[in-house]
């Protein structure tokens, strides 16, 4: 899902990208299932020069060690530590894919406050992410010890 365009020169970027592949995988409806059969005949059909055999659009890759990082992030606390508004809100961009009217009716919420509060806790929650992230990374570090 594309944000609006008064989002996202408020969004951090990089970390939109990874929520929105975050919401791909665990949505995981986009991606359909093809047969091997077809398989082998789309590439026997473009050896041979015919290209009528579906789309050529490259698919979309998913960074699916990234999205299990976020996902990890979301159950530990991150959507906790959000508040359940915020977190309501996450959710239902992210993974449920709603649009932003649909999440303010059902959010109870006026529509013009709805690009601080999701802004604020796309932060909030990255900020979360990052503090994972680093306890991950120097786990040996975070542990308290008394001498």
């Not at 009716?105 to 013009?112: E, S």
Request: proline share 5%; hydrophobic share 35%; with cysteine.
């Amino acid at each position: 899902m594309t944000a609006p365009e008064y989002l996202l020169h408020r969004l951090p970027a990089d970390f939109h990208r990874r929520l929105e592949n975050w919401g791909e995988v665990m949505r995981d409806r986009s991606r359909q299932s093809v047969s091997p059969t077809y398989e082998v005949c789309r590439a026997l059909a473009k050896r041979a020069g015919q290209g009528a055999w579906g789309s050529d659009d490259p698919e979309k890759e998913w960074n699916e060690a990234d999205a299990d990082a976020i996902e990890r992030a979301w159950r530990l606390g991150g959507s906790y530590r959000l508040g359940k508004q915020v977190s309501g809100i996450i959710r239902a961009y992210y993974l449920l894919g709603q649009p932003p009217f649909l999440i303010c009716r059902q959010q109870g919420i006026r529509a013009r406050e709805f690009p601080d509060i999701f802004v604020r806790g796309v932060e909030d929650f990255q900020q979360f992410v990052a503090q994972m992230e680093n306890r991950v990374h120097n786990s040996a570090q975070s542990v308290m010890t008394t001498v």
